[in-house]
């Protein structure tokens, strides 16, 4: 039987499935926060903090950043760095479920066929000297510019490709690489799963921290390729994901069919929202197709749109407030002060509504990153008036 959702109703489940909505992530902490979302993307831009700061922040608050990286980084192996939706932290618990993809990656074999001398090489430096840095066995770059990688460069991350080695913690943004045989637990090592297992597996994963979503909504959340998207079909079709279909008849049409988590749908979604800043890459927003569905907001990261192009600016962050999109700011900090470099309301937001949730928002950020000052350079009209004074109180 297909259960049948509002679209508010689908909304407020996907918020309490990321998060969002409720005390439950904020008692659990980030270690909790990351088996949660399944994935948390990295990216190299640090604007208020880096990117996988931002995930944890948006829904535990003013969590220490030192606590952060423990709960991704700490010793023994909790996480490591994998391909999911992009390069993601992921549990290391799912370490198993992507075999196929290090089983598709050494497939390609080109990297590999590049460079066999380098690749024996450098398996052997992790072998002696691991856990190590790029910079430990030889740099990165040849001397050109930042995509002139070295040899050793290409080496070390096809062997992390295809498992031979693994990323399991960072140091001053460097990855640590050690051989996959020391860093991962031997039972996660042990596990032998095919690709049909795999998917299956990964397609509940995704469907819990997605609480409702299309199949292409699974699909971008692990980027699957046609044969493994089969497989995902498959899974969805005969029950072995775990996921039952609803629909949502407010969305698009051919997005009204969707699959949930089953424990999504056994109780009403209630409690307080959190309001926050979204980075570009948090999972509540990083699909843009997704994000106009549930939100109706569309959001673009203008980073790698030249500058007199830009529509919202640099680092847009939408701005989640009692459960919606209701604008977007560009932060930057100046020392002690907090920038909004631009800040803009949605249509249909009532601007006080709005401006109380952004100035709770930038204020709360401030505090996290070390500010004691909010500054505002450009702002909606609309908006204005009303800001500044939510700001002022």
Not at 74 to 83: G, I, K, Q
Not at 132 to 145: E, L, M, Q
Not at 148 to 155: E, F, G, N, Q
Not at 306 to 324: E, I, N, W
């Amino acid at each position: 039987m297909t259960l049948t959702l509002s679209p508010d109703e689908a909304r407020r489940i996907i918020l309490r499935a990321q998060g969002f909505l409720g005390a439950d992530a904020r008692r659990a902490g980030a270690a909790a926060t990351l088996r949660r979302l399944g994935a948390v993307q990295l990216d190299t831009i640090s604007v208020l903090a880096r990117s996988h700061e931002l995930i944890a922040y948006a829904r535990l608050g003013a969590v220490g950043r030192a606590e952060i990286e423990r709960a991704y980084w700490d010793e023994p192996a909790r996480a490591f760095e994998y391909w999911c939706h992009a390069a993601c932290i992921l549990p290391i618990e799912d370490w198993p479920l992507y075999a196929f993809r290090r089983r598709h990656m050494r497939s390609w074999k080109h990297r590999g066929d590049d460079i066999p001398a380098a690749m024996d090489k450098v398996l052997e430096q992790v072998r002696e000297a691991g856990p190590v840095t790029v910079a430990d066995i030889g740099g990165s770059r040849k001397g050109g510019g930042w995509w002139d990688r070295s040899d050793t460069k290409i080496a070390i991350e096809w062997l992390l490709n295809v498992g031979e080695v693994v990323c399991t913690r960072r140091t001053g943004w460097r990855r640590v690489y050690d051989l996959a045989e020391r860093a991962v637990p031997a039972p996660l090592l042990a596990e032998d799963l095919s690709d049909a297992e795999c998917v299956t597996r990964l397609a509940a994963v995704a469907g819990r921290a997605l609480g409702v979503a299309t199949r292409p909504d699974l699909v971008d959340f692990l980027r699957l390729r046609a044969p493994e998207a089969a497989l995902l079909d498959a899974a969805l079709l005969d029950g072995s994901a775990g996921l039952v279909p609803v629909h949502v008849p407010g969305w698009p049409e051919r997005s009204a069919n969707a699959w949930a988590d089953p424990a999504a749908l056994e109780s009403e979604p209630r409690g307080r929202h959190r309001t926050a800043p979204l980075s570009p890459f948090d999972s509540l927003v990083w699909d843009r197709a997704r994000t106009a569905r549930v939100f109706g907001f569309n959001h673009r990261l203008e980073a790698y749109v030249p500058k007199d192009k830009r529509v919202h600016g640099y680092f847009t962050m939408p701005v989640l407030a009692g459960g919606r999109l209701i604008g977007r700011i560009d932060p930057a900090r100046q020392g002690t002060t907090l920038v909004a470099r631009q800040v803009g309301v949605e249509d249909g937001v009532s601007p006080r509504r709005a401006a109380q949730g952004m100035a709770e928002a930038l204020w709360e950020a401030a505090s996290w990153v070390g500010c004691d000052d909010v500054r505002v350079d450009r702002v909606d009209p609309r908006l204005a008036a009303p800001l500044f004074e939510a700001l002022m109180r």
